[in-house]
């Protein structure tokens, strides 16, 4: 059992930053796949970015590649998300995610064993 907490969310204006965090539970976390997805109201559950166990592989949506950096700190249990160059549609609950896989194995594989409880971002215009 993994238990994930996210926090960093919040309001920022067009083009700014925030870096989100997710906090994990337990001793192996270098054995899962580390993820994040967003959810904009009304809309789907959407992939953002993923890493892998070791930090080797790393997939990200096209919509936010040149901005957003994923990364983890597997001798902190925790995984980032730094969102540079931020806009408007990328307002949405972001939820941190983990995979039993340590890598899952090529673009739009990841899948979620385990969810967070989200974190809320803003941009305004």
């Known amino acids: 059992q993994v238990q994930l907490v996210e926090s960093g969310g919040g309001l920022v204006k067009t083009g700014g930053s925030l870096r989100l965090s997710c906090a994990a539970s337990g001793r192996t976390f270098s054995n899962y796949a580390m993820g994040w997805f967003r959810q904009a109201p009304g809309k789907e559950r959407d992939f953002v970015a993923a890493?892998?166990?070791?930090?080797?592989?790393?997939d990200y949506v096209d919509s936010v590649k040149g901005r957003f950096i994923i990364s983890r700190d597997n001798a902190k249990n925790t995984v980032y998300l730094q969102m540079n160059g931020l806009k408007p549609e990328d307002t949405a609950v972001y939820y941190c995610?983990?995979?039993?896989?340590?890598?899952?194995?090529?673009?739009?594989?990841?899948?979620?064993?385990?969810w967070g409880q989200g974190t809320q971002v803003t941009v305004s215009s």
């Open positions: 890493v892998s166990g070791m930090r080797i592989y790393r």
């Open positions: 995610a983990a995979d039993r896989r340590s890598y899952w194995g090529g673009s739009g594989t990841f899948s979620p064993n385990y």
